[in-house]
């Protein structure tokens, strides 16, 4: 099935570092998500977007809804360890329900 | 309300045999959709109900898959005759239908992970 590029598809980084992925798509979307999933757990969502050019923050989590409405970012800044895990981006269009299409997932791993 | 509850959370099956899942969405949500997720991929949409209609279905969603929502509330999820490519998490997601850019929002279960062997 179609998925959206999302890169990296995984990060290794030091506790308080800062970290960026994103997301494009050949499709335009008019809702943009970005989910954590944890082992063995359904995603939770972080940030959602509604609207092109806009930018979301939600604690040390900032989020922002491409111009082309093609892609998305997600920045994290001063990571810390609890920040690990797998990270999707969605995306819905506005002609099929509200059905999702998700990401490949980027995995963060945090180094106390 | 605590949420979208699957279950079961684990289901170990033999190859041939049918098993079935269930969903309970967040009250009143009225969007119930369903997903499969396969390790190192992200979840993949299966079907879609908006009350006790089902809206959507997946080209994923082989004969050998059938989904119910008989009374709008709860879901089901049977797959028949199942094959060990059918081994994935099933995931459930639920939404509401009001109150403006939120009913866009899905709201993800614990999922249910399926073993064929």
């Known amino acids: 099935g179609q998925q959206l590029n999302q890169s990296p598809q995984s990060m290794f980084i030091q506790e308080g570092e800062d970290v960026s992925m994103n997301c494009t798509s050949s499709s335009i979307f008019n809702t943009w998500l970005w989910y954590k999933q944890d082992p063995g757990e359904g995603p939770v969502l972080l940030i959602a977007l509604y609207k092109a050019g806009e930018l979301t923050s939600n604690g040390r989590l900032t989020a922002q809804f491409g111009i082309t409405r093609k892609d998305s970012f997600l920045n994290i800044s001063a990571s810390i360890p609890s920040d690990v895990g797998i990270y999707f981006c969605a995306g819905q269009s506005g002609t099929s329900y509200g059905k999702l299409t998700f990401g490949q997932g980027t995995i963060l791993t945090v180094h106390p | 309300d605590t949420g979208v509850s699957q279950n079961p959370r684990h289901k170990i099956t033999k190859r041939g045999q049918n098993v079935t899942f269930r969903c309970d969405p967040i009250?009143?949500?009225?969007?119930l959709y369903w997903y499969r997720q396969t390790l190192g991929q992200g979840p993949e949409f299966l079907t879609y109900?908006?009350?006790?209609?089902?809206?959507?279905k997946s080209r994923l969603l082989s004969d050998r898959f059938s989904a119910e929502r008989p009374k709008g509330s709860f879901s089901t999820l049977e797959i028949q005759r199942t094959e060990q490519g059918d081994s994935a998490m099933y995931l459930c997601?639920?939404?509401?239908?009001?109150?403006?850019?939120?009913?866009?929002?899905?709201?993800f279960g614990a999922g249910t992970r399926l073993s064929v062997l």
């Open positions: 009250s009143e949500h009225n969007r």
């Open positions: 997601a639920s939404s509401p239908i009001r109150g403006g850019a939120a009913k866009n929002i899905q709201y």
């Open positions: 109900f908006q009350n006790e209609a089902q809206l959507e």
